[in-house]
């Protein structure tokens, strides 16, 4: 029979972890005539054995019928292939002898096995590389030493042996320098060649120095001794350390790291809002500090989280010149984020949350025995603080410390919760909340310190210390629980606008400009300094801690007098009333008052008054002890005047003039005090 097809080769078949027999359908003249290949995963081929790797059953009539069927002993893998072909010896056993027979299979098989050795080459040959049949170029290789050679073609495109440059073998490409037998050049004009070694080498990786990342909180690598020699390096020469988020986890830090010193600074790609990004240092241990940072980085972007161990996060130790971008650490028992003496620096953004404890503040600038000075702080979230949240030393100078907020902390009356000082220093926008307010203090302490914008919410108490005189100032504030100053404190204490609940001035007045006050509580004012004068502010009601309590009040309304002040009020402008309908009652003090309105009902036991241009209307009544009034022409009453006549008591002087409050027909207009110690009258009506 003839050979009818050209295909030698079946498959390749496909593993599919089921499949165990596989057929093909060209002659063969015996099972030992087959080809079995079986490919890898990987590619790679390896030749089966017969009997021990497979078995063949062949179709009985090879001419009609030719084929069979290979069968493995197991299935066929997935992932790998089974191809079949034949590999018959180029040999020629078929012998015809004179006078002997001449059968025609004999024949026909002599030549189906040449015909069969031909479609083998043929199979070999078109996986070959072959040279287009028009090119009429010889495709014998070159004569002479081949080695470090490789095949190709010449300027004319003829095949020629090509010799390698040392160095480019694969081999020698995987290698730790292989990057630099590549070459690089930057677009632009002017550009210069470098290596592709040199150009990686630009940036300096905690995983160049084998960190992991893949700290899952119980489980993975510890980067301690990766980080420690990406630092020592970056801090020789002068390059970013940059920490890869394209990690499984985080990087687990147990011991202190090196002081990063390096110019270039650090650069965390996963700093958020949150510690849930993958990619941060994660402190495991306790007793140490993660990182310190010196010098003055270019850069800083860094998150330190923790799990409540007792570590701190980030210190930052004398930074001079320094950018810092955002910053966080979270969950560590000791502080977040400290500044020791930082010096002409910006930091965009600082977090910290649930950090702290009674020895440390959660975050802090300290002066460390100079000053942090002419740095400026855009914006600084501290929440969640165990006990001390925020300490910028009173020693700070010329800092601007922009958009605080600071809620959520767990405050202890034993410490003070904020302390937010500086000497010619700004802090624009502070809300400051806890989670028990009444348990929180702020203290504001600098000299000629601007406070504006600051919210202290529900009873958050704030104290305020000025020193050597100067003045500290606070504009437009929102204090929901008490302001007062620090006992024996020497600044001059102003405020402008906003709204306080508690003003108390029991140790010290303060200046108080266009604000809305809820509660004024007034102390001891033998000494100047502690006088308060409030100007052109809405008072809701007035108590106090001394009977030499005394202030000025400068065109205010006081809407529930309380009796006024013991020691003294100096009114000006203004209105006095009582949402209770109270009577204003004046024992033993003295009441100044210009251009002012009282609208309420005025009675004086041993009271001394000097009105200029007032106007009561109410009653005004004396009761007892010498009568101590003093009116000029444009104080009047519109109520009934009782017990007010010529002065009897009172610090007269020569030509001191008193308007009659209650004239009647022939009785005088007033009195006139007269160089020989008298009071005359100025005339009746």
């Known amino acids: 029979m003839p050979i009818s097809s050209d295909n030698r080769q079946a498959g390749p078949y496909v593993g599919n972890d089921v499949a165990t027999a596989f057929a093909f359908s060209f002659k063969v003249f015996a099972a030992t005539d087959l080809l079995v290949i079986l490919t890898d995963a990987s590619g790679a081929e390896n030749e089966l054995t017969l009997s021990a790797d497979y ?4 179709n009985s009539n090879q001419d009609s019928n030719p084929g069979g069927t290979v069968a493995l002993p197991a299935a066929l893998a997935s992932g790998t292939k089974l191809t079949i072909t034949s590999s018959i010896a180029p040999l020629q056993a078929t012998d ?8 025609p299979k004999v024949i026909t098989n002599a030549l189906d096995k040449l015909t069969i050795l031909v479609q083998q080459l043929f199979n070999g040959l078109s996986r070959s590389i072959k040279l287009p049949i028009s090119n009429g170029e010889d495709g014998t290789l070159p004569a002479g030493d081949r080695s470090s050679t490789a095949v190709g073609f010449d300027a004319s495109g003829k095949l020629a042996l090509i010799g390698l440059q040392t160095g480019t073998a694969l081999a020698d490409m995987a290698a730790s320098t292989g990057a630099a037998l590549i070459g690089f050049l930057q677009s632009g004009v002017g550009a210069v060649k470098r290596t592709i070694l040199d150009k990686i080498r630009d940036r300096v990786s905690v995983k160049d120095f084998g960190a992991v990342g893949n700290w899952n909180g119980t489980k993975g690598s510890d980067d301690t001794s990766a980080f420690t020699r990406a630092i020592n390096y970056v801090n020789s020469t002068n390059k970013t350390l940059w920490v890869d988020a394209d990690v499984s986890g985080n990087y687990k ?27 941060v240092i994660e402190v495991v241990g306790s007793g140490f500090t993660a990182v310190t940072i010196s010098g003055n980085p270019a850069r800083c972007n860094l998150a330190v989280v923790g799990t409540g161990n007792a570590a701190n996060g980030i210190l930052f130790q004398n930074p001079a010149a320094a950018r810092v971008g955002k910053i966080r650490a979270m969950q560590l028992d000791g502080f977040g984020i400290k500044f020791n003496k930082i010096w002409d620096s910006t930091i965009e953004h600082a977090m910290v949350e649930l950090c702290g404890n009674s020895t440390e503040y959660a975050f802090s600038m300290n002066d460390d025995g100079d000053t942090c000075n002419m740095t400026h702080i855009s914006s600084l979230q501290v929440e969640q603080s165990n006990k001390q949240a925020i300490y910028i030393s009173p020693n700070t100078l010329s800092c601007v410390i922009d958009n605080i907020h600071s809620e959520r902390q767990t405050a202890d009356p034993a410490f003070m919760t904020w302390v937010l000082g500086g000497n010619r220093c700004q802090y624009n926008c502070a809300r400051l909340d806890a989670l028990v307010s009444a348990n929180a203090t702020a203290k ?18 704030v104290q305020v210390e000025g020193g050597n005189g100067n003045p500290l100032t606070i504009i437009t504030p929102e204090i929901q629980g008490e302001i007062k100053t620090v006992t024996n404190q020497t600044g001059r204490i102003s405020v402008f606008g906003g709204s306080i609940n508690t003003l108390n001035c029991s140790a010290q007045g303060f200046q108080v400009h266009d604000t809305k006050i809820a509660s004024l509580v007034v102390g001891d004012a033998v000494r100047v300094p502690t006088y308060a004068l409030l100007d052109n502010c809405v008072i809701g009601a007035i108590s106090n801690t001394s009977t030499r309590a005394a202030a000025t009040l400068r065109d205010c309304n006081i809407i529930e007098h309380g009796n006024l002040l013991p020691g003294g009020a100096l009114l000006i402008g203004g209105s006095v009333n009582s949402a209770s309908n109270a009577t204003l009652e004046v024992s033993y003090r003295t009441v100044t008052a210009r251009g002012t309105t009282f609208n309420v009902n005025i009675t004086s036991d041993n009271g001394q008054f000097y009105f200029c241009g007032c106007a009561i209307k109410g009653s005004f009544g004396h009761t ?9 022409d444009g104080t009047y009453c519109t109520g009934t005047v009782s017990g007010f006549g010529i002065p009897t008591g009172g610090s007269p002087y020569s030509g001191m003039y008193t308007k009659n ?25």
């Open 96 to 103: 015809l002898t004179n006078q002997g027979g001449f059968y």
């Open 624 to 632: 007892s002890g010498p009568v101590a009034g003093f009116f000029d």
């Open 55 to 58: 078995s063949v059953a062949l």
């Open 661 to 685: 409050l209650a004239p009647a027909v022939g009785s005088p207009k007033g009195w006139s005090y007269s160089t020989s110690g008298a009071w005359v009258s100025t005339g009746n009506l």
């Open 253 to 279: 830090i147990s011991a202190a790291l090196p002081t990063l010193l390096s110019a270039g600074g650090i650069e965390m790609e996963a700093v958020g809002y949150d510690h849930t990004s993958k990619g």
């Open 444 to 461: 504001l302490s600098g000299n000629n310190t601007t406070y504006t914008g600051l919210l202290a919410e529900n009873a958050v108490s």
